[in-house]
C-alpha cells in the first residue's frame, strides 16, 4: 500500500521558517516527480513547487521562488520543502504528492496541474500568525 505521510507543520511567526517533509512507503519513487501543493480554506489548491527524479530540475511557483526550496533524498524515499520568510498568506493545508509521469510532459507548466499527480498525502497544517 502506497502511503505519502506529511510532517513539519505547525504555528509560526511572520518572519519565521519552517521545513516540511514527506515520506513516501510502498514503493520507492525515484523515478518519478515529486511536488508540493497547498489549499487554505475556501480556496482551490495550488501548486507549490516540484522536483525532477533526480532532483537536478525543480520548479516552482513564481511568487514563492525566492522564499521556498524543494529538494529531495531517494535513498530516504523523501522530499522536503524548505519555506523561509513565512508570511499570514502561506497559512494553508501543504499536500505531498507523486506524479509517476506515465503521461509526458507536452506543454509548459505541466508539473503544476493537480490531475497529472497520481498519489497524495493527508495534509499537513502550517499556521502563520501576524
Known amino acids: 500500500q502506497v502511503q505519502l505521510v506529511e510532517s513539519g507543520g505547525g504555528l509560526v511567526q511572520a518572519g519565521d521558517s519552517l521545513k516540511l517533509s514527506c515520506t513516501a512507503s510502498?514503493?520507492?519513487?525515484?523515478?518519478?516527480?515529486m511536488g508540493w501543493f497547498r489549499q487554505a480554506p475556501g480556496k482551490n489548491r495550488e501548486f507549490v513547487a516540484a522536483i525532477s527524479g533526480s532532483g537536478r530540475t525543480r520548479y516552482y511557483a513564481h511568487s514563492l521562488k525566492d522564499r521556498f526550496a524543494i529538494s529531495r533524498d531517494n535513498a530516504k524515499n523523501t522530499v522536503t520543502l524548505q519555506m523561509n520568510s513565512l508570511k499570514p498568506e502561506d497559512a494553508a493545508a501543504y499536500y505531498c504528492a507523486v506524479d509517476l509521469m506515465q503521461r509526458p510532459y507536452s506543454s509548459d507548466g505541466d508539473y503544476q496541474l493537480t490531475e497529472r499527480y497520481d498519489y497524495w498525502g493527508q495534509g499537513v497544517q502550517v499556521a502563520v500568525s501576524s
Open positions: 510502498g514503493r520507492t519513487f525515484s523515478y518519478a516527480v
